[in-house]
């Protein structure tokens, strides 16, 4: 399920003034409840993503 995510989405910005997308993941962290990946982009805004998997939905 989470490689499926990665492949039809890719995580841009979150900053108000940006849109850029993001590459890989500076920071990934995973559990049984899920993984976040933090990704800084070159403008300086850090972004965090959540993915959970689909058995605890």
């Given at each position: 399920?989470?490689?499926?995510?990665?492949?039809?989405?890719?995580?841009?910005?979150?900053?108000?003034?940006?849109?850029?997308?993001?590459?890989?993941?500076?920071?990934?962290?995973?559990?049984?409840?899920?993984?976040?990946?933090?990704?800084?982009?070159?403008?300086?805004?850090?972004?965090?993503?959540?993915?959970?998997p689909?058995?605890?939905?």
């Amino acid at each position: 399920m989470l490689n499926d995510l990665r492949e039809t989405t890719e995580p841009t910005c979150d900053a108000s003034d940006c849109d850029r997308t993001l590459g890989d993941p500076a920071l990934a962290f995973e559990t049984d409840w899920g993984r976040r990946e933090a990704y800084e982009c070159a403008c300086g805004a850090v972004t965090v993503t959540v993915a959970r998997p689909e058995s605890s939905r």
